[in-house]
């Protein structure tokens, strides 16, 4: 597996564009990411969103429809790709496969598997290919995604982090902004996050 990153966007929110067995999947295309995927991609076969917010979902729809390829989200977020709810501009996207839950997919005989961990959002999600979690804003590098926006939900953090604290895989962990991290790294600091929600 290959992996580029580029933060995107005044919010630096990081697009991912994974490679695994000569095929391509982007995940969280923002704000301006349109050229730098085209210039980096080869055989795209998907574009995944970890959750709605805008800056990880801006450039969907000009991606799908200069590649021809279908647009993954959450189900609980799909709502956000077409109502622009935080009233930014975010051009609307239609997305081709509703996420429900924690689901596996074999896309073109790759396997991407969606976890869900609401909470920053309703559908937000992580997404695991090989060895590695997407994380987007649900974990980052010793914090966790803000729970006081709209359609945000303390309660559901708390037990997406007690959910993650069960994890057993040490997977690297990619998140929508900032630096990577490990599974078992964030497993240390999440639990102070309790009580702090």
């Known amino acids: 597996m290959n992996i580029k990153s580029k933060p ?5 929110t990081n697009c991912y564009i994974v490679e695994v067995n000569g095929k ?6 923002g704000m301006g990411a ?4 085209l210039e ?13 917010h805008f800056d990880h979902i801006w450039s969907n729809q000009e991606l799908k429809e200069k590649l021809q390829i279908p647009i993954y989200v959450p189900k609980d977020d ?23 839950g924690d689901e596996e997919f074999d896309i073109d005989g790759v396997k991407v598997k969606y976890l869900h961990f609401p909470g920053h959002t309703p559908g937000c999600s992580a997404i695991l ?10 974990v980052f590098k010793g914090s966790i995604g803000r729970v ?25 962990v990619l ?9 078992k790294a964030e497993q240390k600091t999440l639990p102070m996050w309790l009580n702090h929600i």
């Open 40 to 52: 980096n991609v080869k055989n795209p076969i998907a574009i995944l969103n970890t959750h709605g």
């Open 78 to 100: 799909e709502f956000m790709l077409k109502d622009d709810p935080f009233a930014q501009g975010t051009p609307p996207s239609q997305a081709d496969v509703i996420v429900v």
């Open 129 to 138: 290919i090989e060895d590695t979690l997407f994380s987007g804003d649900f």
């Open 175 to 183: 998140s929508g902004h900032g630096e990577p991290t490990t599974v």
């Open 8 to 12: 995107m966007g005044v919010y630096q």
């Open 34 to 37: 349109t050229s730098w995927v």
């Open 148 to 172: 006081d926006f709209p359609y945000s939900n303390p309660d559901d953090m708390r037990q997406s982090i007690e959910k993650f604290l069960h994890v057993e895989e040490n997977w690297t």
């Open 24 to 29: 391509e999947f982007i995940i969280d295309p």
